[in-house]
């Protein structure tokens, strides 16, 4: 069913908790069919929104998605020198999406090309580092901090 999630998410907002194993009760009060209770239940579970504590489902909250930029800024601090195509397959990224935050960091002087390398396929591409790996947190830039200091 089309929208399980959304309405036991609502109603586990509203509860904070409901016993263990209450599917079809679960499913009534968040109008939904026993079946897609259960399979969302468990789908909280895998993903960390719900715990069982003393027979009750407890509600913790859905937990903070990755943002594609902290996937991409992980990479480049693993590898020592990378190519966008190496950092987008990592971060599982579009290659478009790596290029851009490889132009902003390096606008912003975080990011430095050190030289150029053929792929297999003949195309030349550009090789790029961090120049300080250490830096553990992503500094946050937007082309409009990057306006204001030029």
Not at 47 to 75: N, T
Request: proline share 3%; aromatic share 10%; hydrophobic share 35%.
């Amino acid at each position: 069913m089309r929208g399980a999630a959304k309405r036991i998410r609502e109603l586990f907002k509203l509860v904070k908790a409901w016993p263990v194993g209450r599917y079809k009760e679960l499913g009534e009060a968040a109008s939904v069919d026993r079946q897609s209770a259960r399979d969302t239940v468990r789908d909280f579970l895998r993903r960390g929104e719900l715990v069982v504590d003393d027979g009750m489902y407890r509600y913790l909250g859905r937990p903070e998605r990755r943002v594609v930029a902290d996937k991409i800024w992980r990479a480049w601090r693993y590898c020592p020198q990378w190519t966008v195509n190496e950092i987008a397959q990592l971060a599982e990224a579009d290659r478009e999406t790596v290029k851009s935050y490889v132009r902003l960091y390096r606008m912003a002087g975080y990011v430095e090309r050190i030289g150029k390398r053929k792929r297999e396929d003949g195309v030349i591409e550009g090789v790029y580092r961090l120049k300080n790996r250490h830096m553990r947190k992503r500094p946050c830039i937007s082309k409009k901090t990057l306006g204001k200091n030029s």
